[in-house]
């Protein structure tokens, strides 16, 4: 595992940093592809009871995709293939046998949005900042983002989120149900998460597993019908030129 993934594994919970602070955490693919390794790797430990995902330092949990790097997507085949290969990433998260935690140290946009949002619990600290910005560069999700948002607070609060592209602070992504825990500090988010860890230290491996299988079926059901509704929708919204404009004039910022 390289320096921009780390990963911590200790008394059945490993805990996985991605480490881009420079560059906001983003989703880059050789991130996604890191990811998607760990948890490939993990997945079938019979010791294994959690999973925790943050971002290093205390600005960023995920601040998106790295645009930089997606630039030169523009086909339509290249554009599916990327959706296609975070959505598998997310995949590993939501069905992944045993819990997965995100811990929210900082701003959640875009693409960081989808990640936690494809996570089981979302505790964050109360200076973070949660954001579908998507529709403020012309886009939809990509990689299951709607269809979490969806299945966690009903379709008419996701569709307003969605269209406006708000940016919410931490206790109004907890009002919204987005976010299910708010910590004060960030010593106090660690506290926490202390807490959580040692919880399911304590617990059945059993129960644990069993109660995610029921949980991962249901996930399953709504994604499966869904999914390709929505790869639609980001093909076309990412391949418009409203979106290229939108990234051009952030890039020039």
Same mark, same amino acid.
């Given at each position: 595992?390289?320096?921009?993934?780390?990963?911590?594994?200790?008394?059945?919970?490993?805990?996985?940093?991605?480490?881009?602070?420079?560059?906001?955490?983003?989703?880059s693919?050789?991130?996604?592809g890191?990811?998607?390794?760990?948890?490939?790797?993990?997945?079938?430990?019979?010791d294994?009871?959690?999973?925790?995902?943050r971002?290093?330092?205390?600005?960023?949990?995920?601040?998106?995709?790295?645009l930089?790097?997606?630039?030169?997507?523009?086909?339509?085949?290249?554009?599916?293939?990327m959706?296609?290969?975070?959505?598998?990433m997310?995949?590993?998260?939501r069905?992944?046998?045993?819990?997965?935690?995100?811990?929210?140290?900082?701003?959640a946009?875009g693409?960081?949005?989808?990640?936690?949002?494809?996570?089981?619990?979302?505790? @964050?600290?109360?200076?973070? $900042?949660? #954001?579908? !910005?998507?529709?403020?560069?012309?886009?939809?999700? +990509?990689? %299951?983002?709607? *269809?979490?948002?969806?299945?966690t607070?009903?379709?008419?609060?996701?569709?307003?989120?969605?269209?406006?592209?708000?940016?919410?602070? @931490?206790?109004?992504a907890? $009002?919204? #149900?987005? !976010?299910?825990?708010?910590?004060?500090?960030?010593? +106090?988010? %660690?506290?926490? *998460?202390?807490?959580?860890?040692?919880?399911?230290?304590?617990?059945?491996?059993?129960?644990i597993?069993?109660?995610?299988?029921?949980?991962?079926?249901?996930?399953?059901?709504?994604?499966e019908?869904?999914?390709?509704?929505?790869?639609?929708?980001?093909?076309?919204?990412?391949?418009?030129?409203?979106?290229?404009?939108k990234?051009?004039?952030?890039?020039?910022?």
């Open positions: 595992m390289t320096d921009i993934l780390k990963q911590d594994l200790q008394d059945s919970v490993l805990e996985l940093t991605i480490n881009r602070e420079d560059a906001g955490n983003a989703l693919n050789e991130v996604i890191l990811l998607n390794d760990s948890l490939m790797q993990h997945k079938d430990r019979s294994l009871k959690c999973v925790l995902i971002g290093s330092g205390e600005k960023f949990f995920v601040a998106g995709g790295d930089k790097e997606l630039t030169s997507v523009r086909k339509d085949k290249e554009t599916e293939a959706a296609l290969n975070g959505r598998a997310l995949d590993q998260i069905y992944f046998p045993v819990p997965v935690i995100a811990n929210i140290n900082g701003y946009l693409g960081g949005a989808e990640l936690a949002m494809a996570c089981d619990y979302r505790i @964050a600290c109360e200076s973070s $900042k949660f #954001g579908f !910005i998507h529709s403020t560069l012309g886009i939809t999700t +990509a990689w %299951g983002g709607i *269809i979490d948002l969806i299945e607070i009903g379709s008419s609060k996701a569709l307003s989120i969605l269209i406006e592209g708000k940016i919410f602070k @931490a206790k109004d907890q $009002k919204a #149900g987005i !976010i299910n825990e708010v910590e004060k500090t960030h010593e +106090a988010l %660690g506290s926490r *998460i202390n807490e959580i860890k040692k919880m399911y230290q304590s617990r059945s491996i059993q129960v597993r069993g109660v995610k299988a029921v949980n991962i079926k249901q996930k399953q059901m709504i994604h019908q869904l999914k390709e509704a929505e790869l639609d929708s980001f093909k076309k919204t990412w391949m418009s030129d409203e979106h290229w404009k990234v051009e004039a952030l890039l020039s910022k």
